[in-house]
């Protein structure tokens, strides 16, 4: 089972979750208070149900939020961002070589995200 790990930076807290082998999934941003950060981890929680937006396809259906957008980012990696409900960006990931290494990641969030402990 996944875990979301809680670590405080200079300018405040932030989450990854990681998946059971210790590998990073999805990072947040940098929340101002541990409240707020614990807040965002139970919208990933909540809103990791959300269907794939594939920005990545020439002519991609749009998808309701919740939702993960995958798309590329200038160095040509694909990368996925969960948005919640209200369009909010709640989580990140790092950069995939390959486009089904990054699906990967996403059903790993699905998969490990709901019952995730926090540490």
Known sequence: MGK???KETATGFKFDLKATNGQVIATSEVYTTKAA???GIES???NCVGGVEDQTAESFEKVKHPKFE???DKAG???FRLKATNGEVIAVSE????KDSCLNGIESVKKNAPDAAVE
Do not use: I, N, P, Q
């Open 77 to 79: 990696e694909f990368r």
């Open 4 to 6: 979301f790990v809680v």
């Open 44 to 46: 990933v929680k909540k």
């Open 95 to 98: 950069g995939y070589k390959a």
């Open 37 to 39: 950060c614990l807040g």
């Open 70 to 72: 995958m798309y590329t």
